[in-house]
């Protein structure tokens, strides 16, 4: 870090050039000063805008995109559109003016084509970047605020979170269990302990700046409150910024299989349009004519656009599945999507709702209930059925209270207009962790106050919520000076550190008989489908020294148990049922009780009668061998820690699994990124999770992942539909040009025929294919193999039988007008033209199905429609308008010719279809 005080130079926020500060040496009050901000009110909007204009946005410079000139000129660079274009030179300097002219404009118009959907493609990819792009809180205007990090300017407070990638350069100035890891920075990947208290030395390194974190940066531990010091490519990593840009590959794997089969098409198309010129010349036709002819059919032959359609499909598809919430963070997860057979879940927030409400407390041989939904603190405690007064017990009081002392949540107000008759309603709020803020309403509902007892009770430490140790302590300080621990967390993992329990009104050993009571209490909790959270306390000695978690949590006296109802989503029963019939099972995976899982579990289909569960503590004794030779029966996991999780993936992967597994937190990552699609939660996933997911939930709700599964399946099928449409009009347009010159017969399509026919009726519909709705069992057939094919269930057969049939009626309905009339080549060639067309945009709809034509409604795909309705308004244009005749050598047609072309142009498919539709095959 550079270290040159300059008083001379603007402070923070003012001028593009920041004053370089030895930030680690300033106290508060000086900080304040040098960044211009109140640290317990932040910036106002107002300033952070204007410090935003000046300083500019807090991102590191991209690498320079490719300009829209060359991805223009790109389209224009393939070898044979270069050929095409050097063989229209030569027709325009052979006089023909207007077959050149043409040619240009329909290269020009394809050149469009392709720019168009190459920029469309980036733009989705760039808008699915944007969507994921990191956020931060900042105190602006006295209020915390999430807001994108690139927003955030210096002299913004900011607030940091176990799991949060800092997103700026910040000084600290509260910290608590603050662990960070700076081995972007520093190399060095042991995560360092960081503290607000200032440094006096100077010149150190960054490694030694403990009261500093840098943007990159990774919290691993604890949280903190700092003040952005740097922005953008002002922070360290912006200094070293240039040495970190890597591109990211963004090709799926079906991509790169179609960019090497391209290759082989291409040479294939080059090798049977060189045959269809040598037969044609050596059948006595022109060469010249024969070689335009020739290049238009390879340039319309070639699929050297496969590859881009197929990105443009997935980034259509990956937009439908922004719509419904899954935000795909890596290209390729969507092929592996329609591959998943297994999806593990988190249990809260994901198939429950994670909105807690307390509903049952025990405290030492008493069991209340209390009423009231939502986070309104309204309700009545009740013991055996009769309404109690709250300041009458004592058990009751110490248990409520202690449960919003050890807490971070807070419970806001809020007032909000309903409809015309602008009447109020009182709508609550919550800041902070579900679990947590159903705490704070019991207790608000018992009367009390968080502002009423943080005044007798002041914090001084907490050690924070993690998911391993699956509790969280805080010491206070009362009005005596007497200082407490106070622990809530999962009963199981309390009990174990209780020495004492608070029993009547008294405090007694917290024997095996105890135990088991407490025990009992929280099964019978739990088979309620209850969520349940141990209270504890331990008074210090007066010198006590209680610096970490171990030292603070032993020895305690267990207060009670709250128990709390968190209902399940009521979509997803419905979700996990589609999962199943499409061959996918469901699995929980949960930090809660074995009890609670198993009931929602039961209650949401998951765990059925042979159905088993697992512990963690079971699983930890298991091997990776063991685990795998019973996972297949395994429906629950519960109580487990997220390393646990690697240990599930890697053994359903064994068993040959395609595995689907959701995560929120810092240690939840390596499981995210070991299975074959992680999966985190937009709203309350770590930065963390989210880096290392390929699929983010923006409502961190399973039947998301249904519907992801679902679109991913889709975006397949549509892919292959293409696919199949495509390359069965190629072989159509190869092979009616390789038969006629093969029998001797005059060409049946004009070079700029073929052009057009490459242009309209392949482009379009094409492209509304990859858009097709998904077929109507999509979600009922099993989940694909991950080696098939894309040309696997028959698909090549596809395309070469109906390939070849639309060769075949094309041909014959060319060859019977020209028996009919032997002297008007153009009328035959025109009947020829439009037959290709029709046959092509009939077998559009055979695409749409896995099985036939009469499987689908025609009418379901609107984009489908539209692009037909223009290919055959554009095709009757140029066969009616006298202008366009001359350029595209046709002329009118007859009804008689039209009943000839439709007839032909319907058998490939719709009689085809019919008959194969009748054998039942
Ligand atoms: P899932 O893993 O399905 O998201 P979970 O929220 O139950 O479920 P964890 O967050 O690991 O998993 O919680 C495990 C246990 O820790 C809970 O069952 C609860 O008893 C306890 N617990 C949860 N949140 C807190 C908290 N904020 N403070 C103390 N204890 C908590």
């Given at each position: 870090m550079a270290c040159i005080r300059n008083e001379n130079k603007p402070s923070a926020g003012e001028g593009d050039e920041l004053e370089i500060v030895e930030w680690h040496t300033l106290n508060e009050k000086e900080l304040a000063s040098f960044v211009r901000s109140p640290i317990n009110h932040g910036l106002s909007e107002a300033e952070a805008e204007k410090r935003l204009k000046a300083i500019g946005p807090n991102t590191l410079k991209q690498e320079k995109k490719t300009s829209s000139l060359s991805v223009f000129t790109n389209q224009f660079k393939d070898f044979m559109v270069i050929v095409l274009l050097v063989a229209t030179i030569i027709s325009a300097l052979l006089g023909e003016f207007i077959d050149a002219i043409t040619i240009l404009i329909i290269v020009l118009l394809n050149g469009i084509l392709g720019f168009v959907q190459e920029r469309k493609a980036e733009k989705s990819l760039d808008a699915l970047k944007e969507l994921s792009a990191p956020q931060m809180y900042v105190k602006r205007d006295g209020v915390w605020k999430l807001i994108p990090s690139r927003l955030v300017v210096p002299g913004d407070i900011v607030k940091l979170a176990s799991g949060d990638r800092v997103g700026a350069d910040i000084r600290i100035i509260e910290a608590s269990g603050l662990k960070i890891e700076e081995s972007s920075l520093t190399g060095e990947s042991v995560p360092v302990d960081k503290k607000a208290q200032l440094i006096?030395?100077?010149?150190?390194?960054i490694a030694e700046m403990t009261n500093m974190a840098f943007m990159g940066t990774l919290i691993t531990q604890g949280s903190a409150v700092g003040v952005v010091v740097a922005t953008g490519m002002k922070t360290e990593m912006g200094k070293i910024a240039h040495l970190l840009q890597s591109t990211e590959t963004l090709m799926t794997p079906l991509q790169l299989k179609l960019e090497q089969l391209g290759k082989i098409l291409i040479i294939v198309a080059l090798f049977l349009t060189a045959l269809v010129v040598l037969i044609g010349v050596w059948q006595g036709h022109e060469v010249y004519t024969m070689i335009l002819s020739g290049v238009s059919l390879a340039v319309a032959a070639i699929p050297e656009g496969l590859p881009a359609i197929v990105t443009v499909v997935l980034a259509l598809g990956v937009q439908r599945m922004i719509k419904q919430k899954a935000i795909v963070r890596k290209l390729p997860a969507v092929e592996t999507l329609g591959c998943a057979s297994i999806i593990c879940s988190d249990k809260t927030g994901t198939l429950t709702q994670n909105k807690m409400t307390v509903t049952d407390l025990w405290s030492g041989g008493n069991y209340w209930n209390v009423d009231g939904g939502g986070y309104e603190p309204k309700g009545k405690f009740m013991h055996e059925g009769r309404i109690v007064d709250v300041n009458k017990e004592q058990q009751l009081q110490q248990l409520v209270s202690y449960g919003m002392l050890c807490n971070n949540a807070t419970i806001m107000k809020r007032e909000r207009r309903v409809g015309m008759m602008r009447k109020k309603v009182d709508d609550y709020v919550l800041n902070g962790d579900p679990t947590e803020g159903a705490l704070i309403v019991t207790a608000q509902k018992a009367g009390y106050s968080h502002k009423g007892l943080q005044v007798p009770y002041q914090r001084l430490k907490e050690f924070p919520f993690d998911s391993t140790r699956k509790m969280m302590s805080v010491i206070v300080k009362d009005q005596n000076g007497r200082r407490y621990v106070i622990t809530k967390g999962a009963p199981d993992v309390i009990f174990e550190q209780c020495t004492k329990v608070i029993y009547g009104s008294q405090e007694e050993a917290f024997t095996s008989k105890r135990k088991r009571e407490a025990e009992n209490v929280i099964v019978q909790m739990a088979q309620k489908a209850l969520r349940t959270i141990a209270i504890a306390y331990r008074p210090l000695g007066k010198n006590e020294k209680c610096d970490v978690d171990q030292q603070a949590e032993c020895g305690l006296t267990l207060v009670g148990i709250q128990g709390m109802i968190d209902p399940p989503r009521p979509e997803v029963e419905r979700a996990i049922k589609e999962c199943h019939q499409a061959g996918i099972k469901t699995v929980m995976i949960t930090g809660d009780h074995q009890e609670t899982a198993i009931a929602i579990a039961k209650k949401l289909g998951i765990y059925k009668g042979h159905s088993r569960s697992l512990i963690g503590r079971e699983l930890s004794h298991l091997s990776v061998s063991e685990l795998e030779a019973n996972v297949e029966d395994i429906a629950v996991y519960a109580r487990v820690s997220p390393e646990h999780k690697l240990k599930i993936v890697r053994a359903l992967q064994a068993r040959g699994h395609i595995v689907a597994m959701t995560g929120d937190g810092v240690n939840d990552a390596p499981a995210i990124k070991a299975a074959n699609i992680g999966i985190s939660m937009g709203i309350t996933g770590t930065d963390v999770a989210k880096e290392a997911s390929s699929l983010i939930l923006s409502d961190d709700n399973f039947a998301t992942i249904k519907a992801a599964i679902k679109e991913g399946r889709n975006i397949y099928e549509n892919i292959r539909k293409f696919i199949r449409y495509m390359l069965a009009s190629n072989v159509g347009e190869i092979l009616v040009m390789l038969f006629a010159m093969m029998l001797g017969m005059?060409?049946?399509?004009v070079a700029i025929q073929i052009l057009w026919i490459n242009l309209v009726t392949d482009g379009l519909p094409a492209m509304a294919l990859g858009m097709d709705q998904a077929e109507g069992d999509v979600m009922k057939r099993p989940p694909r193999k991950?080696?098939?094919?894309?040309?696997?269930?028959g698909l090549t057969w596809k395309i070469l039988s109906r390939g070849f049939m639309i060769g075949v009626v094309t041909l014959a309905a060319f060859w019977l007008t020209l028996q009919n009339d032997p002297a008007d080549l153009i009328k035959a060639q025109t009947v020829a033209f439009v037959t290709l067309v029709m046959a092509q945009l009939i077998h559009v709809f055979d695409c749409r199905s896995e099985y036939s034509v009469y499987h689908r409604n025609p009418f379901e795909n609107k984009y489908l429609l539209v692009a037909v309705a223009i290919s055959v308004l554009l095709m009757l244009i140029v066969i009616y308008y006298p202008p366009l005749q001359t350029i595209f050598h046709t002329v009118s047609l007859s009804a008689r010719e039209w009943l000839l072309i439709i007839g032909s142009a319907s058998i490939p498919t719709v009689v085809l279809g019919g008959f194969r539709l009748m054998k039942g095959s």
């Open positions: 006096n030395e100077q010149d150190v390194e005059p060409l049946p399509l991950p080696n098939e094919g894309v040309f696997a269930r």
